[in-house]
């Protein structure tokens, strides 16, 4: 299922800035990033979030906003984080409505899987990359920013 050219899925979660967070929060404000990992602390996971928190600073001179979601907890999150220096807000999708809403739920596994969505400022999804397995991790965060520089 693609949600290409949809309005993204809205929803809400905890997260570690410590209030939720509600993605439609970010509507005529900025480009939102979403992605989608299956583990705190996993070998891949602990490669690309740190990648993308590394590039803040260009995502937000893009006029975007990088979440991390996936089932761990916000205290998960918050320990994975503070060991990796990851900046980006992490969300707590715990039983995994979210990863559903979007289709990229591994039910049998209990976890997402690894998957990237930029939502533009009017809360349409413009660009989606789902892994074929979750070990892989091809979408980097230079692909991600030329799409949102293609936005403008």
Same mark, same amino acid.
């Given at each position: ?7 993204? #899925?809205?929803? /809400?979660? #905890?997260? /570690? &800035? ?6 439609? $929060? ?5 480009? %939102?990033?979403? %992605?989608? =990992? #299956? &583990?705190?602390?996993? #070998?891949?996971?602990?490669?690309q979030l740190p990648e993308y928190s590394g590039r803040q600073d260009d995502f937000a001179?893009? *006029? ?8 761990? $907890? %916000? =205290? ?8 990796? *220096?990851? @900046? ?17 739920? &591994?039910?049998?596994?209990?976890? $997402?899987?690894r998957a990237v969505f930029l939502i533009d400022r009017g809360g349409v999804v413009r660009? @989606?990359?789902?892994?074929?397995? /979750?070990?892989?991790? /091809? ?14």
């Amino acid at each position: 299922m693609s949600l290409l050219g949809q309005p993204a #899925p809205d929803f /809400t979660l #905890p997260s /570690t &800035l410590g209030q939720p967070v509600t993605l439609s $929060s970010y509507r005529g404000q900025k480009h %939102v990033v979403l %992605v989608f =990992y #299956p &583990l705190d602390f996993s #070998p891949v996971c602990s490669m690309q979030l740190p990648e993308y928190s590394g590039r803040q600073d260009d995502f937000a001179d893009a *006029g975007a906003v990088v979440l991390g979601v996936n089932r761990d $907890s %916000v =205290y998960a999150h918050k320990a994975w984080a503070a060991e990796y *220096g990851i @900046e980006v807000p992490l969300l707590a999708d715990m039983n995994l409505e979210v990863a559903r809403q979007y289709g990229v739920a &591994l039910d049998e596994r209990g976890i $997402s899987g690894r998957a990237v969505f930029l939502i533009d400022r009017g809360g349409v999804v413009r660009f @989606e990359h789902v892994e074929a397995q /979750t070990g892989e991790y /091809t979408v980097r965060p230079e692909v991600v920013l030329a799409k949102i520089r293609e936005l403008a």
